[in-house]
Each structure stands twice: as structure tokens, then as C-alpha cells.
């Protein structure tokens, strides 16, 4: 009877002593690999930090949401997210010296590559070098510099739905360059044995790294993220992990 009332006790003070953890929304928007590889059966980069960060933490649960970057900026300019935004950097959303957001430290730091075709090869230096050029984006994406040359007739863009499809613009000749992430670069080749099929040019559009936004009335949130994050880069095995997508 006594060890009854043992167990019984035991179970109450751990039930009592057990926090249900808080759900905190992970708005990402850019759908790509290998950030992104399938949705339905949660793979991908982004899939394994928002694991890395609920294993970590015994606050919060995470969950990662697909939102487009039109809504995800509403939803701040309303003070309504009520989460937070992975793979992202302040000067996408106007935070240069990061006064509007609270800003995490890297996830990882990623490059925007200028590509063509290994037969039509285009060494980029500036946005000059596509002037007179047919150049293929993202709809809805800026590219500085070159989005100038555009509105002056200078470059010609022809834009399309996402960054996948930019390649095969590129191998049917609708396009003379383009730009892609490396991260998204490494993975398509890789994935379809294109290692001679483009060619990369050594200077990349821009260089940036891709960290995580949280409003300014989360201090909470950001202080307990930031410490996961940052304790990341001591981690062997989240280092292993990403090493094989990037």
C-alpha cells in the first residue's frame, strides 16, 4: 500500500512539475531546397533547425509555417505575427541597423550566385555585365543593381515563379543568366548531376547570412532562441547536419 501511495505521489508531483510547453509559430517564406525539400514529409534545413530547436528547448514548441512574404509583412506592419521568421536578413525588411526587429545570430551564411550556361558563360562584376542581357528572376524578388539596370531598359528580366525553374529557363536559352542562392545551387546540381551543364561566376551578387527575425514584443522569445542558436555553433552534430545541405 505504501509503495501505492509512493507511486502515486511520484506521478503527481512530475505531472505537476511538467510545463506544457508554449506554441510558437516558425514563418519561413522562401519554399526552395534544400531550405525546403518536402513539406508533407518535413524535410529539409529548416525542418531540422525547428527540430534542433524544440529538442532544445523546454519553453517552447515550434512549428514551421509556409507564409508568403506579401502576408508575413502585414502581418508585421499589424504588430501580428505572433512568432517568429527563419532563413532571413535585415536588409530584406528594411532593418539595416536592426532597430525594428530583434535579429538572432547566423543560421548559416549563404551567397546570391550569378549563373548561365557553361557554353554561354557570363562573368558578372557589376550589374554592367548584364547590361544588354536577358536576365531571369523571381517574381515579387528585388536584386539591387540589377533591378535599376531594368527599369532604365538596360537589362532585360524575365521573371518567373520560383528559383528551381530559373534553371531550366537557363538549359532552354530563355534567359543569359540568373540568379539562385548557393544553398539552392549545390543542391539542383547536385541532386541532377549538372556539374558541367552551368557555369558560376566567382563574384557573387551579394554575400548575407540567413538569421531569424522576432518582434520587438518578444524579448522573451528572442533571449531564449538566441541562447539555442548560439550554443549551435558548439554543436558537432548540428554541424554535421548542415554540412550535408550546404
Known sequence: MRSIILLLSLIICFSLSAKEKTPVVAYFYH????????????????????????????????ELVYMPRKRL????????????????????????????????????TDRDEVISL?????????????HGKIFGGVRGFYYFGIDEAVNKNLIKRVDTADEISLFSMLRHQ?????VVSRSTFNYVVKKNDWFTLFHLSKKPHDIYDRRVL?????????????KIMLNMTLNQQWQITLEQYL
Open 118 to 130: 557553361n557554353r554561354t558563360p557570363l562573368t558578372f562584376m557589376s550589374p554592367v555585365s548584364l
Open 214 to 226: 522576432i518582434p520587438k514584443s518578444d524579448h522573451a522569445l528572442y533571449q531564449h532562441v538566441e
Open 73 to 108: 509583412d502585414i502581418m508585421l506592419e499589424n504588430d501580428a505575427l505572433g512568432g517568429l521568421v527563419v532563413g532571413v536578413n535585415p536588409i530584406w525588411f528594411k532593418d539595416k541597423n536592426e532597430t525594428k526587429y530583434f535579429w538572432t545570430s547566423r543560421l548559416f
Open 31 to 62: 519554399a526552395k531546397p534544400p531550405l525546403l525539400i518536402n513539406q508533407i514529409d518535413k524535410q529539409g534545413l529548416y525542418f531540422d533547425f525547428i527540430n534542433y530547436l524544440n529538442k532544445h528547448s523546454d519553453i517552447y514548441q515550434f
Open 174 to 178: 530563355r534567359i543569359d543568366a540568373a
